[in-house]
């Protein structure tokens, strides 16, 4: 199983950026899938989450301006980004969580590689 993160880039504040991370490799049925973000000098921190049912879950920080989707068809988890702030600024990874290839695969859990956002006039 592979991961591939795209959308990255430089937005000016307030604009809006939209990530992507898709999964290729043979996959049953992927479980929850996240967001997580690493500024300079900072921890690793969780942005947002889905689970397999839809239910969604954000850090204080972004709620109201960030939105979590995924499309199971294409083993694909999205973040869209609205009215960025420089704070936003950080390397953003996709964690897909217990990934099964098949259908009483015990499942393994998937980082991407990471994609730079950069906010800033």
């Known amino acids: 199983v592979q991961l591939q993160a795209f959308g990255g880039g430089l937005v000016q504040p307030g604009g809006s950026l939209r990530l992507s991370c898709a999964a290729s490799?043979?996959?049953?049925?992927?479980?929850?899938m996240h967001w997580y973000r690493q500024a300079p000098g900072k921890q690793r921190e969780l942005v947002a989450g889905?689970?397999?049912?839809?239910?969604?879950n954000y850090a204080d920080s972004v709620k109201g301006r960030f939105t979590i989707s995924r499309d199971n068809a294409e083993n694909t988890v999205y973040l869209q980004m609205g009215s960025l702030k420089p704070e936003d600024t950080a390397v953003y990874y996709c964690r897909l969580e217990k990934v099964l290839r098949y259908r009483y695969d015990v499942g393994m859990d998937y980082w991407g590689k990471g994609t730079q956002v950069t906010v800033s006039s």
């Open positions: 490799g043979s996959i049953f049925r992927i479980n929850a």
């Open positions: 889905i689970t397999s049912g839809g239910i969604t």
